[in-house]
């Protein structure tokens, strides 16, 4: 850390005019860059007492390691040059506004000799008009469809439409008059490019020409009794209609503006765009930022405007922008965007009204966007880390745990004792690597006993393999990766899919025998750096000593209590509490609920099978449609068994020789207790309980019924 004094420049050499400054760390990277309309009374801001200073703004000058300056002769330029040199170093320091999608836009390619209308993301190309941008691609293409019967221009790549040219062959769009086929010169380049244009005029806003124009030719084509022609000039009136319903108006004097809403917190702030092109929404975007440094709102707001037009020009920027808040100066701000335009640009707050109402609609997808960016910190990298440096220094880890394994036994009073085992690496799932166990050693209800023989389990197999191959399966074999087993009673999740991010320096750190082809670790290729269970100081205990016996002492245990959500660890009479907000503590929360999820999902898949087992489960060639016409036709198991092979074999697609395996089997089964109504105490006589496959509802069991019995665990 660096005192700012030690590169502090003297008052006197620091210009009182207008510039850009630049903080360098010491590897002369650039960590921050500024304007200011007076440098020496900016800079001075910096180098005052740290206390006063915001934290941010106090990390900032604490990390770099000079300061430099560039004057400049007018704040316009200064407003120019810092954002050159922002998207230029990228500092880190600096607000960077993150697109939360990659918007579509719908484009034009004027720039080829015959312009095509597609879907374009990414940055803008010279010569080619865009318009919106659109939240979802398909509703580009549901415009484009309904416009192509009115302006039938190109849509085909540049592959299709040589192949068209080359056998004189228009595509489908051609022969059902949604192209103008100029690949096989039905229409020539100058028609196709005012064709083209009518077309960018009518998305731009200008439609009542085209309109009129049309419904003038219907009525002419209609006193000239062509009623075809008529008829075909209706539908395309309706289609033009209808694609313009598709945005409706929203500012009644057909005014071209942007609308820009910010919604911040301390922490974090979230930008929403609305373009209003015509009085009507063409497009929406919106961006969220971390806020590294002590800005106000007018500062967020002239960030925004840098990000959105700093590489626009012309109609790109329109007439009218309309913010939440100006920033501070707004004059050199307004200059910028004119001159970007070429003409005069009104920066404003809307005061009452139309445009004020279309205000509050776009704060409020600003404070819902920043709501759904809260949602999504878990997969925020900055976040994860520090997460991760919270558990470390929480448990006394030598590095942060970038992979962590986290166990949770689920029964049902003792019935179906499964176990799970979950994969986090880097903060984030990875569900490929999932596996669950049966517990096989006793039976009966015993979470710490389940625990130790889980853990036994799974590091036993890990030693057993390095020890015999110095090096994991290939994959081919029971106990592979993927093959959807590990071991005896261990089973895997390969439906799941799920994240296949791991940290790059994990893989890095392996050796090429733990590496597939493509450099990818294997599954199991390496031990968690930490093992996480769920319950308290019995089932870490349990874990701890597991490792133990197997000679493990390089892998960190602690469990997760449920009721206060404290941490233990082994040998300690005292939990680690974190602190609710910590992201530490939500980290291992994820872990220790997904285990539960995965661990619980099992148990009920394995005791649903068990109550649905029946008699008729064991005829071989028998499937689940006609054990479903077996059960319709008889109404229960009991009847069944009851019946004649001829009676049997009235029940469509029941054969004699399949009749005849259905009654052995049956007068094989020995048939079940009867099941009991424990709201009457009424014995069911009529149907075998567990017997029924799951054909007419729930199953009865003997006893409790199945949501009376206990609780899952």
């Not at 700012?4 to 510039?19: E, L, T």
């Not at 300056?69 to 200064?78: D, H, K, L, Q």
């Not at 010569?127 to 849509?155: E, K, M, N, Q, S």
């Not at 005012?194 to 020409?209: K, P, Q, S, V």
């Amino acid at each position: 850390m660096a005192d700012p004094s030690s590169y502090r420049p003297r008052p006197g050499d620091v210009p009182d005019s207008p510039g850009v400054y630049r903080f360098r760390d010491e590897h002369r990277r650039v960590i921050y860059v500024g304007k200011a309309k007076s440098l020496r009374q900016r800079l001075a801001n910096y180098f005052q007492d740290l206390a006063n200073l915001h934290p941010r703004t106090r990390t900032m000058v604490t990390t770099a390691a000079s300061v430099e300056w560039t004057v400049v002769s007018t704040e316009v330029e200064a407003l120019q040059l810092e954002y050159s040199w922002i998207k230029e170093y990228d500092p880190r320091f600096n607000v960077k506004y993150r697109d939360d999608k990659s918007y579509p836009y719908l484009a034009v390619t004027m720039n080829e000799q015959f312009p095509r209308v597609q879907v374009m993301r990414g940055h803008k190309k010279k010569g080619v008009r865009y318009f919106g941008p659109y939240g979802h691609a398909w509703a580009i293409r549901d415009t484009v469809d309904l416009l192509l019967r009115v302006f039938p221009v190109r849509t085909c790549s540049a592959g299709v439409f040589k192949n068209a040219t080359r056998t004189g062959r228009p595509c489908l769009l051609g022969y059902i008059d949604k192209c103008s086929a100029p690949c096989v010169g039905r229409i020539t380049p100058e028609d196709h490019r005012e064709l083209a244009e009518e077309f960018c005029d009518f998305m731009a806003g200008r439609t009542g020409t085209y309109l009129r124009r049309l419904e003038n030719q219907m009525m002419e084509a209609a006193e000239e009794m062509e009623y075809e022609r008529a008829a075909r000039l209706r539908d395309d009136i309706g289609a033009l209609k209808k694609a313009m319903e598709k945005n409706a108006v929203v500012l009644a004097d057909a005014t071209d503006a942007d609308l820009i809403a910010v919604a911040e917190d301390e922490l974090e702030a979230a930008v929403q765009i609305f373009h209003v092109r015509g009085g009507r929404v063409r497009g929406q975007r919106g961006w969220v930022t971390d806020k590294v440094e002590d800005v106000t709102t007018g500062a967020l707001v002239e960030h925004a405007l840098q990000q959105l037009y700093g590489e626009e020009s012309g109609d790109a920027v329109p007439k009218e922008v309309l913010v939440p808040a100006l920033p501070e100066p707004v004059e050199p701000v307004q200059e910028w965007l004119t001159g970007r335009r070429g003409a005069n640009v009104s920066l404003r707050i809307p005061q009452r009204g139309d445009k004020k109402a279309l205000m509050e609609t776009v704060q409020r997808n600003a404070q819902q966007s920043l709501a759904l960016h809260k949602t999504r910190r878990a997969s925020d990298l900055t976040t994860r880390s520090r997460a991760l440096e919270e558990i470390a220094e929480a448990l006394g880890l030598d590095s942060a745990p970038l992979r962590i394994e986290c166990y949770d036994i689920s029964h049902l009073q003792g019935d179906d004792v499964v176990a799970s085992m979950v994969v986090f690496e880097d903060g984030l799932q990875r569900k490929s690597e999932y596996r669950r166990f049966q517990i096989k050693g006793f039976a009966g209800q015993d979470d710490v006993r389940s625990m130790h023989e889980v853990i036994s389990r799974r590091f036993r197999r890990y030693l057993a393999e390095k020890e015999r191959t110095g090096e994991w399966a290939d994959g081919t074999g029971t106990d592979g990766p993927g093959t959807g087993t590990d071991g005896p009673g261990v089973e895997t999740e390969g439906t799941l899919g799920g994240a296949e991010t791991i940290t790059q320096a994990i893989t890095e750190a392996l050796p090429d025998t733990l590496k597939d082809d493509d450099g990818r670790p294997r599954k199991f290729a390496y031990p968690p750096q930490l093992v996480v269970v769920d319950g308290g100081q019995p089932q870490v205990a349990a874990a701890q000593r597991a490792l133990d016996e197997l000679g493990i002492d390089d892998i960190a245990v602690c469990g997760l209590a449920k009721r206060l959500e404290e941490v233990w660890v082994p040998g300690e009479d005292d939990p680690v509490v974190l602190p609710r907000t910590s992201e530490g503590l939500y980290l291992l929360q994820r872990v220790r609920d997904e285990a539960h999820r995965f661990a619980i999902t099992y148990q009920r898949t394995k005791r649903a099978k068990r109550f649905r087992a029946g008699p008729l489960d064991d005829v071989p060639g028998l499937g689940e449609t006609r054990k479903q016409a077996l059960i319709k036709h008889f109404g229960s198991v009991k009847k069944l068994r009851s019946a004649t092979i001829e009676q049997i074999q009235e029940v469509p697609g029941i054969g004699r020789k399949t009749a005849e395996t259905i009654a052995v089997a049956l007068a094989q089964a020995a048939p079940a207790a009867p099941a009991v109504n424990t709201a009457t105490g009424e014995i069911i006589e009529d149907e075998e309980p567990g017997t029924t496959g799951g054909f007419s509802g729930e199953p009865v069991t003997a006893g409790v019924p199945d949501e009376r019995r206990g609780q899952e665990t």
